[in-house]
């Protein structure tokens, strides 16, 4: 075959250039869906969709009308409006009943929670969401009973019970009948051939240490490895709790080993248990080197394992050493302070008397967009007015005038004697101040 000829074919054999895949965009947005939403009331929004044309009575724009009526907390509407588009024979799905019985047991309304659920079949089967979120909505207004009766009828509704029915289950009895009424609880979920999973024994395990009943809780994770579950990290971080609160700090700490052995990486929250432990007896050493060995084990500090070291600090007197270690989480380990981190500073800023240090740190906590408690605005503004600090108490009073802050008499006080002697400037800022709060 001539050379050229050999080229050809295998210019033919090779394969297509591969081009990076592209995700196709969401599609837009129905219209009158957006039409729904722009309405200026959920009211307006169930008027619209009533008075829509036949093709636009569909699960979507139905759904958003109620979901916008439960988030408005206009629940004597609800039942009316599913009447009105069960007359409509708008084909709704079960996600959104799951929604509403959700808004509803929030709000402590398990009775219309229940109407709600016997409104499905009206418009579509029952499904394991519809099911969970009303023995859910039970559990969280104490009718644990009422949401344990539930389980044996779920075969007639069509739904099959598992590990997710029993945890919800379980969490209630545990509040409520402590450790022993919960393993009567597993031993039910054994006996109906339903496997259980690590949210069950960690929720156990949970309650028994709560209850100091260390020894049933070690069982529990034996029996956990004998079922084929693995522990993870919520399982130890509940165990090291239960050691600490039983002055076994120690033996909480192995269990870090422990982890390891049993290939399970330890987290922040397994540090943070044993760094809670450390801040109350004052040991700030000891929170220290558990940031440190989070570190050797590459794992990232978070804004809560800073949060319990500047407390810590704080509590101690030592401001100054809670602000480096401020700079250091955001320099050393890039992690970012939260709105808890500034205001646990702040206020051991204004508890040390330290003002100053305490503007330093609420023009920081400004500029990384968050807000002090109104009891620290006052705090500040009072200390600064103690200090002479005119200008900088004006600085924050003003800022408290923007977010709607009033000032107590007491601060009041301390700014106008810091300013009686200043100039006009001063006093008209003042008075301005005063005018607007």
């Known amino acids: 075959m001539p050379a050229t000829a050999t080229a050809t074919v295998q210019r033919r054999r090779r394969r297509p250039k591969k081009y990076p895949y592209r995700p196709k965009p969401p599609p ?5 869906l957006l039409h729904l939403k722009s309405l200026p009331s959920p ?97 969280c207004n104490g009718r644990v009973d009422a949401a344990r009766d539930m389980l044996p009828q779920a075969p007639k509704l069509g739904v099959r019970t598992n590990a997710v029915s029993y945890n919800i289950i379980l969490k209630g009895v545990c509040h409520r009948d402590g450790f022993s009424g919960a393993r009567v609880v597993l031993e039910e979920m054994l006996a109906r051939g339903v496997r259980p999973t690590v949210v069950t024994f960690n929720t156990l395990v949970g309650a028994a240490c709560r209850e100091g ?66 801040a109350a007896c004052g040991d700030t050493d000891g929170v220290r080197e558990l940031i440190s060995d989070m570190r050797k084990r590459k794992l990232k500090p978070d804004d809560a394992s800073y949060n319990v070291l500047i407390r810590c600090l704080c509590d101690a007197g030592r401001a100054e050493e809670a602000h480096r270690a401020l700079v250091e989480m955001q320099i050393k380990d890039g992690t970012t302070p939260s709105a808890a981190t500034y205001r646990v500073l702040l206020d051991g800023c204004c508890q040390a008397s330290d003002f100053e240090l305490g503007l330093r740190v609420f023009n920081a906590m400004l500029a990384s967009g968050h807000c002090p408690l109104a009891r620290t605005f006052r705090r500040l503004v009072r200390g600064l007015g103690e200090d002479g600090k005119k200008e900088e108490a004006c600085f924050v009073l003003e800022q408290m005038a923007q977010r709607g802050i009033r000032l107590d008499a007491e601060g009041w006080q301390s700014v106008a004697a810091c300013v009686c002697n200043s100039g006009a400037s001063d006093m008209v800022l003042i008075d301005d101040l005063v005018s607007s709060s």
């Open 213 to 278: 009943e260390l020894a049933s809780a070690e069982r529990l994770v034996g029996e956990m490895a004998r079922r084929g579950v693995a522990p993870n990290a919520v399982t130890y971080a509940l165990m090291m709790q239960g050691l600490c609160d039983a002055g076994r700090y120690d033996d909480a700490k192995k269990l870090l080993f422990d982890m390891e052995y049993r290939e399970c990486k330890p987290e922040a929250a397994n540090y943070g248990v044993l760094m809670t432990a450390c």
């Open 43 to 139: 009211i307006a929004a169930a008027a619209a969709l009533l008075s829509g044309p036949r093709h636009l009575h569909d699960h979507p724009f139905a759904a958003c009308v109620l979901y916008r009526l439960a988030r408005a907390r206009l629940f004597p509407l609800v039942l009316p409006l599913l009447t009105a588009l069960r007359s409509l024979r708008v084909p709704l799905q079960p996600t959104a009943f799951a929604a509403l019985i959700d808004h509803l047991g929030a709000a402590s309304r398990p009775d219309a929670a229940v109407l709600v659920f016997r409104a499905v079949p009206a418009f579509c089967s029952h499904s394991n969401a519809t099911f969970h979120a009303l023995i859910h909505s039970l559990v």
């Open 28 to 32: 837009e947005p129905h219209p009158f």
